[in-house]
């Protein structure tokens, strides 16, 4: 291999530039390139900005609810969240929605006349007591827990309160069927 550093001269001089190179550089570089932007720092003066109201806010807010919760000693009982049929789990919330639609359903489409208002009274009373009841086994729920016994009479509630209006319904049509036949009798030969 042959050494190339012989063939090259070396002298111990320096190199300089030359006088005004680097702002030469710099005006080919604007020409080329154009000016450099300067640094945008609204952008992170709004994000500091926002952040500073965010804590603030929630220093505000939550030293707000300290001093109502401290002053008032009626305000200290935490309210627990009324749990119905439906919380409990997906199956029975699918269960609950059922029956109160076909509930909803049923009273929808229900017909009836002035010459049974009385029979329709009558069974929309029965209905309104077993809501109350129904309501009666929310709070024993809420009260007690989740049992098996509430969560089973609950069900059954609901089904008897469907019932109650298929039975409305069934006996509208048969009195208005037998109210119909009388009007105009069939005739057999």
Do not use: C, W
Request: charge should be negative; hydrophobic fraction near 35%.
């Amino acid at each position: 291999m042959k050494d190339l550093r012989k063939d090259f001269e070396y002298s111990s001089q320096s190199f300089k530039m030359s006088e005004g190179h680097e702002k030469k550089f710099e005006k080919k570089l604007e020409s080329h390139f154009g000016k450099t932007p300067k640094q945008d720092y609204s952008i992170i003066l709004k994000m500091v900005a926002v952040a500073v109201i965010a804590v603030l806010s929630t220093v505000f807010v939550l030293n707000q609810d300290f001093i109502n919760t401290s002053d008032n000693p009626e305000n200290q009982v935490i309210e627990a969240k009324k749990i119905g049929l439906g919380d409990i789990s997906p199956e029975l919330k699918t269960v609950e929605n059922y029956y109160l639609t076909s509930i909803k359903l049923e009273l929808a489409t229900l017909e009836t006349t002035e010459a049974h208002d009385a029979m329709v009274n009558s069974y929309l009373e029965e209905l309104k007591n077993i809501n109350k009841a129904y309501d009666d086994l929310e709070k024993d729920l809420n009260e007690y827990g989740i049992t098996e016994e509430i969560i089973n009479a609950m069900i059954d509630n609901l089904q008897l309160r469907l019932e109650l209006l298929q039975d409305l319904k069934q006996k509208l049509n048969n009195l208005n069927q037998k109210q119909n036949e009388d009007q105009n009798p069939v005739y057999q030969i």
